[in-house]
């Protein structure tokens, strides 16, 4: 099993900056990639970033790319994710998500989930 604990989201000016946190724990060696979600209210889950373990490999929603970085930081097997220049339309609950058996914007190859942190942007 593994663990994953989100934390940084909080309420931001439009133009404003976010640092959200993803830290893991348990079985982290079978992890194969940690991405990001989010999910506003009445819409679907959305693909925002992923990030292959092994090489450190990234894959950005075409929404975010430019804006958003996701890295990772082995010492402490924490993922972030980097929100810069924030939009209104990037509101939503942000959740971090790990796979071990594959990587990219497909929700349903992530057996495990955080329990996610609330990012306002306003306007």
């Known amino acids: 099993q593994v663990q994953l604990v989100e934390s940084g989201g909080g309420l931001v000016q439009a133009g404003g900056s976010l640092r959200l946190s993803c830290a893991a724990s348990?079985?982290?060696?079978?992890?194969?990639?940690v991405s990001w979600f989010r999910q506003a209210p009445g819409k679907e889950c959305e693909f925002v970033a992923s990030l292959r373990w092994t090489g450190g490999y990234t894959y950005y929603a075409d929404s975010v790319k430019g804006r958003f970085t996701i890295s990772r930081d082995n010492a402490k097997n924490t993922v972030y994710l980097q929100m810069n220049s924030l939009k209104p339309e990037d509101t939503a609950v942000y959740f971090c998500a790990a796979s071990d058996k594959g990587w990219g914007p497909v929700h349903t190859i992530y057996d495990y989930w955080g329990q996610g942190t609330q990012v306002t942007v306003s306007s």
């Open positions: 348990g079985r982290t060696f079978s992890i194969y990639a």
